[in-house]
């Protein structure tokens, strides 16, 4: 790590303690904290405030010009510090990575500087209910009028859509070929026809259902060229499968477990070294993170190593949450801010059943590595 990361992560740690009063006023997060996919939007607004959305983006967009690499490392001390950061990653780390690439100048200039000063949130309406891990099936139709795309489909499992100011769509423009034939639009929520409907999750918090009829889209909000939206797609995914700030928050839960089991005296040889083969894998999955983050600075093929980082951070969720609650026992599963280790044993254990789903599935990620890491077929 170099100084300047060093000094940034310092920094990042001592501006997450100065939000604590803020975060301990906010229920959603005293149950569930980094978790939630409902986020706080004072949160994110007080991080776009203080220059932290779009470190990696340049100056002229309300960013720092730092690498992904760099932004990587501050978005694990913010999952140290387990700071709701769902609108975070989905507006600046993975749907603005995309549009920074991808869209015309003067989207570009309309969405980043709002994003960066955290006051505009996306969504990402990819998945149907008969297009999850075969993504390429999607059949949100956009038909194109004059200089207008009228879009007509649904998504599912849209997070934060129910909070959001803005949706990142997938959308089919040629019915006649798969891959080629989708394109990537943007719009507000509030447009008309386009409805939103949320659901509670097991994880403890919601995700949604949205509904899209007849929605007028102009044509200057496309990212990326007409038929060109599947490597539009794949580049958003890959800098979504990145999750060091998640690493972030498992430390800190590895940290607070051993420290509880220290205070009861139920500290002995088979926790602590569960607790310590945990945080070798931990250590290899920050790795593959940073290693992930760096790639696609380089602008080298990301997929494979993001899917990766993807694949070994997902299954450290399950592991870690379940090590916990286990550890724990009883009081493991009691949930709330003044439950054992703030009650985030039971709050990972919950959320981390879908961590194995959430942007691709385990078979999907093993896939990706197997084709175009391993080059296999
Ligand atoms: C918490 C959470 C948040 C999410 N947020 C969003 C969001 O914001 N936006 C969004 O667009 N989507 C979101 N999703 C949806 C997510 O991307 C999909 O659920 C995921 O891609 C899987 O798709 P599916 O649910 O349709 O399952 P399916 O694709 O139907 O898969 C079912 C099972 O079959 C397996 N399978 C499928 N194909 C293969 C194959 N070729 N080889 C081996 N096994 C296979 C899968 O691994 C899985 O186990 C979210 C999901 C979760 C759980």
């Known amino acids: 790590m170099t100084s300047t990361q060093q000094r940034l992560r310092e920094e990042a740690a001592v501006f997450c303690q100065s939000l604590r009063p803020v975060l301990e006023q906010d229920e959603e997060w005293r149950r569930q904290g980094m978790l939630s996919d409902g986020d706080s939007r004072e949160v994110y607004r007080l991080l776009g405030e203080a220059g932290w959305i779009g470190m990696s983006w340049p100056v002229e967009f309300g960013g720092r010009g730092l690498t992904r690499l760099t932004a990587t490392l501050v978005e694990e001390v913010f999952g140290y510090h387990w700071l709701p950061l769902s609108s975070y990653l989905l507006s600046y780390k993975t749907i603005g990575a995309a549009i920074e690439r991808y869209a015309e100048p003067a989207l570009v200039d309309l969405l980043l500087p709002p994003i960066s000063r955290g006051e505009l949130i996306f969504c990402q309406g990819f998945s149907e209910p008969g297009a999850g891990s075969d993504l390429g099936s999607l059949t949100t139709r956009a038909e194109l009028r004059g200089d207008t795309y009228v879009v007509t489909g649904h998504k599912i499992w849209t997070s934060s859509a129910q909070l959001s100011d803005w949706i990142y769509l997938g959308v089919r423009t040629d019915a006649d070929t798969k891959h080629r034939g989708i394109s990537v639009l943007v719009c507000p929520v509030d447009t008309p026809g386009i409805e939103v409907r949320s659901f509670p999750t097991l994880g403890g918090g919601y995700l949604c259902e949205t509904f ?91 997929s494979a190593s993001s899917a990766m980082a993807k694949l070994s951070g997902a299954r450290l969720a399950q592991a ?58």
Not at 260 to 288: N, Q, Y
């Open 212 to 302: 899209l009829d007849g929605v007028e889209i102009p044509v200057a909000n496309l990212v990326g060229e007409v038929n060109g939206g599947w490597d539009v797609l794949m580049y958003t995914l890959d800098f979504e499968r990145v999750t060091a700030e998640k690493l972030g928050g498992f430390a800190w839960v590895l940290n607070a477990v051993e420290e509880r089991l220290r205070e009861t005296d139920r500290l002995d040889r088979v926790a602590a070294g569960r607790i310590s083969r945990l945080r070798g894998e931990l250590h290899a999955s920050r790795l593959l993170s940073f290693r992930a983050a760096d790639n696609l600075d380089r602008e080298l093929p990301g």
């Open 320 to 377: 870690i949450g379940d090590a916990a609650v286990d550890l724990l026992g009883l009081e493991g599963l009691a949930e709330g801010a003044e439950a054992a280790i703030e009650g985030r044993a039971a709050a990972l254990y919950r959320a981390s059943v879908g961590s194995t789903i959430a942007g691709g599935t385990a078979e999907v990620q093993q896939l990706v590595i197997a084709r175009r890491g391993l080059g296999l077929r």
